[in-house]
């Protein structure tokens, strides 16, 4: 038992035992949307929708959300932060020095998403809350003297003519770490800047032998890889043999069960999994206790929510929000309900949909889920099948089969001929699948668990179809279309475009 560990690890414990965070939640989120429109109250943005005057309403938060529209993506850019890359005091004080290039799974991947020092604050903050709850999980005083490694993207930013400095959320964060970080963080900022994927996985791997790994943070499908890699390279049994230590799984970016069952077989010890919402606009929830992915919502943090129902009173048969969607606040929320989430940011993010689906799992403490994105809503004939669902079909035939599948992706087609509409499914496993039989266990699950996917089976959905691939064919496909390494994302539900192409870059 180390006394570095033990001194540590008994820090942690008094600073939690002095943290007073038991302000009422919705009193929380009503001092962060003040203290949001003080600090850009005049700014072109603060000036054009009167946050002035705003400040002075009793009713506040109903006030906010009847007076500033809620904005996607690309009217955000075109009319606000297409300025800021140019000019100071558009939607927050000052000119950012970062804009994160979204490594998400939805839209073009040249989307720039401002990163202000607020922001970066606000990301410390959260992940210090995290740290807080720490001694609730009892993990070994050797954990607390370990390293932590983080897959992140590259932290060789690029300079945009404009002066600022561009690169994905996670490079960004490394970037700006301070040089005492290098004590503990892993690979380290002179790795981390390698900017193929490839010669930065390859240096990781020739170096574990010399970390003591405690902790590792990163996207699952890469984080697998990555571990895989090592075990092959160095012949262990295990990633245990190597790091001894390795107590500890920050997943985040994508659902983590169905890589489970592969984690399980390269580890000697169970690893505790924590999950975490960290996104490009934001850090926004992390798992605090133990037994449970479950993740609480950062509330004091710089950020403000919304939510808005993810049925008919919020989005339409596609997912898309109405004109005039029904806007909940936190204290409004109900437990398994799924909404679409709207934030409001330090960063000069204004009712802000970031596309993500979350539902509540608890409202005592406040923890949340994500359940999928919008645009991972499959409903071109009715199905109604939520990437929740289909994860959970996934992880059930695939065990019923005794195989393991990690990825995914399902798109809704047209039969050229006949006219009628089937789903084309890829899978992705290092098994042997029978494809047939993956197909009949897939769909009799998906109409089992699903009465809306039954009905459209029975009607406007006559068939599904169904590829299973390799995962070497699914990397070269990732590196064909230059979404390889690090903070990765790719989309489950792919338009009809993209999935024939998908399927032509197969054959």
Known sequence: MGLLGSIVKTG?????????????????????????????????????????????????????????????????????????????????????????????????????????SDFLQSMKDVGASQVKSLPDFNFPEELFESEILMLSSSANLSKHENGHLEGEISGINVSNFPDWYETFYRPGKEIA??????????????????????????????????????????QLDTIHDIWPNLTVYASGGVAFETYRSDFNAITKKPLVILDTYLASEGFFAFTARPNTMNMQLALHHGYYYEFVPFDDRGVDEHGNLLDKPCSLSIDQVALDQEYVLIVSTCAGAWRYQI??????????????????????????????????????????VAENLNITVNEYMVAAMKDSDTEEYYHQWVIVSESYVDDAAFK????????????????????????????????????????????????????????????????????
Do not use: C
């Open 355 to 396: 596309g993500d689906v979350i539902k509540f799992t608890s409202l005592n403490p406040l923890e949340i889920k994500i359940t999928g994105r919008t645009k991972f809503f499959l409903n071109t004939v009715g199905s109604q099948l939520s990437e929740e669902k289909m994860d959970k079909a996934m992880i059930h």
């Open 193 to 234: 800047a390698i900017s193929n994927w490839d010669e930065r996985l390859k240096k990781i791997v020739e170096e574990a032998p010399d970390w003591n790994i405690g902790a590792i943070a990163g996207i699952p499908s890469w984080v697998l890889l990555m571990l895989k890699e090592i075990i092959d390279y160095h």
């Open 12 to 116: 942690i414990e008094l600073n939690q035992k002095f943290s007073f965070e038991n302000e009422a939640p919705q009193k929380q989120q009503e001092t962060q949307l003040r203290a949001l429109l003080e600090k850009a109250k005049d700014t072109s943005f603060g000036k054009y929708y009167g946050f002035s005057e705003l400040l002075q309403s009793d009713d506040l938060t109903n006030v906010y959300k009847n007076t500033i529209p809620i904005f996607d993506y690309h009217q955000m850019h075109d009319q606000w932060w297409k300025q800021q890359l140019k000019f100071e005091d558009i939607t927050w004080p000052g000119k950012p020095n970062f804009f994160a290039l979204s490594s998400g799974t939805t839209g073009k991947s040249s989307k720039r998403i401002p990163i202000t």
């Open 440 to 507: 009949q266990e897939l769909d009799k699950n998906l109409k089992a668990a699903n009465k809306n996917y039954k009905v459209a089976r029975n009607k406007a959905l006559k068939d599904i179809k169904l590829l299973s691939i390799s995962k070497s064919s699914y990397y070269d496909f990732l590196e064909k279309m230059k979404k390889k390494g690090g903070q990765i994302k790719t989309p489950k539900v792919m338009t009809e475009n993209k999935m024939r192409k998908l399927l032509n870059l197969i054959s």
